[in-house]
């Protein structure tokens, strides 16, 4: 009226083919979740940031300086005269970032206060990539000057195209970016 030991050892060999499927199903199923934790967060910083630096774009007057990897632009508003610099800068020998320069000028006080914060981390560019393409009115790419070859002439651009090519953990291929964004305050 009780198990023999044949079968009790069939029952525990059962149990440990069941729960060694299991297992292998549970780990598989949190790395596809880690995978996708990293493409989501990855996608939702790059996200944030590329609207961050489309909506300063959409609001600059003029250009001042237009480079593959750095763009110069001014704002005003009322008494307020807003100078920014978007900066591509290795963060090590396999990432850079965007970084900020914000100096705000009160033209009644002549009072100036600047700051500078990273805005996009991560990426997977390399020391000669562009990030900003420059187009004219017409949307033709730009030519670079021919006295500076790394630059364009900012009163020539009237769209911006920004790329953002962010590396991702877990060795899995970047996610890239790209938004061409027109300057709606240009001054003509």
Do not use: W
């Not at 307020?80 to 970084?99: D, K």
């Amino acid at each position: 009226s009780g198990f023999t030991m044949i079968e009790l050892l069939v029952a525990m060999l059962l149990m440990s083919i069941l729960g060694g499927i299991l297992t292998t199903g549970m780990v598989n199923a949190m790395k596809v979740t880690r995978v996708q934790d990293d493409a989501t967060r990855t996608l939702v910083d790059a996200k944030v940031a590329m609207e961050r630096i489309t909506r300063e774009i959409r609001g600059a007057n003029a250009l001042t300086v237009c480079q593959p990897r750095t763009m110069s632009f001014t704002s005003t508003t009322g008494t307020t005269r807003t100078a920014i610099t978007f900066t591509v800068q290795a963060a090590s020998p396999t990432s850079s970032e965007i970084a900020e320069d914000i100096t705000v000028t009160n033209l009644s006080t002549g009072v100036s206060t600047t700051s500078h914060r990273k805005v996009l981390g991560g990426l997977a560019i390399g020391v000669s990539d562009a990030v900003f393409s420059y187009n004219d009115a017409a949307g033709n790419p730009l030519a670079p000057d021919s006295l500076t070859p790394e630059s364009y002439n900012p009163g020539a651009a009237k769209t911006i195209g920004v790329k953002v090519l962010m590396r991702r953990i877990h060795g899995h291929p970047a996610i890239q970016l790209y938004q061409l964004v027109s300057i709606r305050n240009f001054e003509v």
